[in-house]
T-cell receptor, first 113, second 112 residues
Framework: QQQVKQSPQSLIVQKGGIPIINCAYE??????FPWYQQFPGKGPALLIAIRPDVSEKKEGRFTISFNKSAKQFSLHIMDSQPGDSATYFC????????????FGAGTQVVVTP | EAQVTQNPRYLITVTGKKLTVTCSQN?????MSWYRQDPGLGLRQIYY???????DKGDVPEGYKVSRKEKRNFPLILESPSPNQTSLYFC???????????FGSGTRLTVV
């Protein structure tokens, strides 16, 4: 049973659209929430991460929104480009199990030209 | 170049034949970890290591062994592989805990 639930499983948007991926967790000990991006044939790469002391973080066209009370966080890709087509994973870890990073099931995002 | 190197990239083996997948990092990272990736299940952690000779189980450790005798190396051992261990395996390392794991390119294992 996954401790981090991710949706949707897949997403198709047109260039310039804003794909949104949502994740939810139960473990209140989680205090680090990264997002990873994976291209076919490659390993996942860290994209952006947030801690619960802030509600939003932006890096370039990628934004994480965090709702601590609802135990949910989401990734928004602003002005999406075909090069953003990849699989995105949310993840979570906590200080109660340092080094243990738990992933969601992944979302395949396709951005059409 | 800072990287995590896994070998081999592809491996086909038969049930019960012991195998080792190697992992090495050149970033002097304390933490190393093994994951398996399966469709619809995302990445599931097999084992992780906080330092030399210190390892702990992840979410799916059954059927796997690891060792951390040197800081840079963290091999994954399948003593008696079974078909349900057919998967894509990733090794990862980080300087501090789960913050910013760097992943290798993966090893696709098929057990027949």
């Amino acid at each position: 049973q996954q401790q981090v639930k991710q949706s949707p499983q897949s997403l198709i948007v047109q260039k310039g659209g804003i794909p949104i991926i949502n994740c939810a967790y139960e473990n209140t000990a989680f205090d680090y929430f990264p997002w990873y991006q994976q291209f076919p044939g490659k390993g996942p790469a860290l994209l952006i991460a947030i801690r619960p002391d802030v509600s939003e973080k932006k890096e370039g066209r990628f934004t994480i929104s965090f709702n601590k009370s609802a135990k949910q966080f989401s990734l928004h890709i602003m002005d999406s480009q075909p090069g953003d087509s990849a699989t995105y994973f949310c993840a979570a870890s906590g200080t109660d199990s340092w080094g243990k990073l738990q992933f969601g099931a992944g979302t395949q995002v396709v951005v059409t030209p | 170049e800072a990287q995590v190197t896994q070998n081999p990239r592809y491996l086909i083996t038969v049930t019960g034949k012991k195998l080792t997948v190697t992992c090495s990092q050149n970033m002097n990272h304390e933490y190393m970890s093994w994951y398996r990736q399966d469709p619809g299940l995302g990445l599931r952690q097999i084992y992780y290591s906080m330092n030399v000779e210190v390892t702990d189980k992840g979410d799916v450790p059954e059927g796997y062994k690891v060792s951390r005798k040197e800081k840079r190396n963290f091999p994954l051992i399948l003593e008696s592989p079974s078909p349900n261990q057919t998967s894509l395996y990733f090794c990862a390392s980080s300087l501090q805990g789960a913050d910013g794991y760097t992943f290798g390119s993966g090893t696709r294992l098929t057990v027949v």
